[in-house]
Each structure stands twice: as structure tokens, then as C-alpha cells.
T-cell receptor
Framework: GNSVTQMEGPVTLSEEAFLTINCTYTATGYPSLFWYVQYPGEGLQLLLKATKADDKGSNKGFEATYRKETTSFHLEKGSVQVSDSAVYFCAPFVGGYNKLIFGAGTRLAVHP | DTGVSQDPRHKITKRGQNVTFRCDPISEHNRLYWYRQTLGQGPEFLTYFQNEAQLEKSRLLSDRFSAERPKGSFSTLEIQRTEQGDSAMYLC???FGSGDYNEQFFGPGTRLTVL
């Protein structure tokens, strides 16, 4: 079946540190891939996406590359800020079923 | 456009009661989704509408759950004879188009607590 495995949190970093949150998925075909973010007290919002193999999605300094061979979509940021503290969700879009399959989420805490 | 809205934001009910939630998607979005999120977990898909047609329902959606989207605009999710295990955040999302790469926009959610 379709599933997503995300790096377990919480991840605690100092400001300006490098961030990687691993995500691998199991899905039929080559789904579009998304990272959503949930800031404290707010709703889910799209962070970035990639729709085909080797595509790189980027937004707000975050990047993720669609790796078909390893079925991965790891999230990276070169220098995190306190304002990046949130829960991050990796989610392939399973087109045939018209839905997002979410990972369990990774909580990131960035301290000054 | 103000985005996806949901009402109520919070609902506390006693076990056995019926509850109904409403979702207003972004206007002209033809796709509407309901998800459920429990504490510490990612959202889980419940059901999907394309315009007014309910095209998919998850196995998570027992017979006590029903969803409608009359006229392809707002949607309602009703839970009958609520159980404590129904306590969760119920999220609505909408998107436009027919491809599998279109962003889903999420509402703020309705938090249900069943006592």
C-alpha cells in the first residue's frame, strides 16, 4: 500500500544550523511530492512541491529533490531560523486516489 | 478570497450525540477533501468530492460518518452516535483542476472532543 516514512522528531537545532528531514515513500507510479508545514496555532500550508523525477522544489530557503531511484524527498535548509520552528509533513499525492498521504510529521525546534 | 473556512472551530459533545461540521472551500475550487488528524500524527484521508460527486471514501469512514457537498459548493461532515475515539481535528482542503499536482489549500480545522 501507499505509505510515508519520516524522520522522527523532535529535531532541535541552533539558529543558522543546517537542517535535513528525511522522507521516503511507497506509492504506485510516480506521484507528485509535497512538503507541508504547520506553524504553532496555524493550519497546514504548502511549503514546496515537485511533480516529476529530479525536480527540485524550493521555497523560503528550503529545498527538496524528487529522487525516483530511492523514492525519497528529503527536506533541507542551509541555515535555519527561530521562525522555522514548526511541524513538517512529507506527503505524496496519490493521483489515482486523489488524496495526500501524510507522514507522521517531524517537529523542528530552533533556538537562538 | 479568504481561503478555506471551517465551522465550528471547536466542538465538545457527549458520547452518543450527533455532530455536523461545515467546510467552505475557496470559490471555484472543484475538489474538496476531508482529513482527520489525531494528536502527534499526520492527517489521514477520509473522503473526496469532485464538484458534488463523492468519488472516494476511506475505510476509516464508518457508517456513522456521512459527507455531502450539495451543488458542489460547501460541504458538511456528519458524525452520528459519536464515540470517544472520534476525538480529533477534522480538516477540510480544496483544490482546483484535474491534475495530480495541484496544491491543496487547508482550512483551520474543527477540533472535536467527545466526552
Amino acid at each position: 500500500g501507499n505509505s510515508v516514512t519520516q524522520m522522527e522528531g523532535p529535531v532541535t537545532l541552533s539558529e543558522e544550523a543546517f537542517l535535513t528531514i528525511n522522507c521516503t515513500y511507497t506509492a504506485t507510479g510516480y506521484p507528485s511530492l509535497f512538503w507541508y508545514v504547520q506553524y504553532p496555532g496555524e493550519g497546514l500550508q504548502l511549503l514546496l512541491k515537485a511533480t516529476k523525477a529530479d525536480d527540485k522544489g524550493s521555497n523560503k530557503g528550503f529545498e527538496a529533490t524528487y529522487r525516483k531511484e530511492t523514492t525519497s524527498f528529503h527536506l533541507e535548509k542551509g541555515s535555519v531560523q527561530v521562525s522555522d520552528s514548526a511541524v513538517y509533513f512529507c506527503a505524496p499525492f496519490v493521483g489515482g486516489y486523489n488524496k495526500l498521504i501524510f507522514g507522521a510529521g517531524t517537529r523542528l525546534a530552533v533556538h537562538p | 478570497d479568504t481561503g478555506v473556512s471551517q465551522d465550528p472551530r471547536h466542538k465538545i459533545t457527549k458520547r452518543g450525540q450527533n455532530v455536523t461540521f461545515r467546510c467552505d472551500p475557496i470559490s471555484e475550487h472543484n475538489r474538496l477533501y476531508w482529513y482527520r488528524q489525531t494528536l502527534g500524527q499526520g492527517p489521514e484521508f477520509l473522503t473526496y468530492f469532485q464538484n458534488e460527486a463523492q468519488l472516494e471514501k476511506s475505510r476509516l469512514l464508518s457508517d456513522r460518518f456521512s459527507a455531502e457537498r450539495p451543488k458542489g459548493s460547501f460541504s458538511t461532515l456528519e458524525i452520528q452516535r459519536t464515540e470517544q475515539g472520534d476525538s480529533a481535528m477534522y480538516l477540510c482542503a480544496s483544490s482546483f483542476g484535474s491534475g495530480d499536482y495541484n496544491e491543496q489549500f487547508f482550512g483551520p480545522g474543527t477540533r472535536l472532543t467527545v466526552l
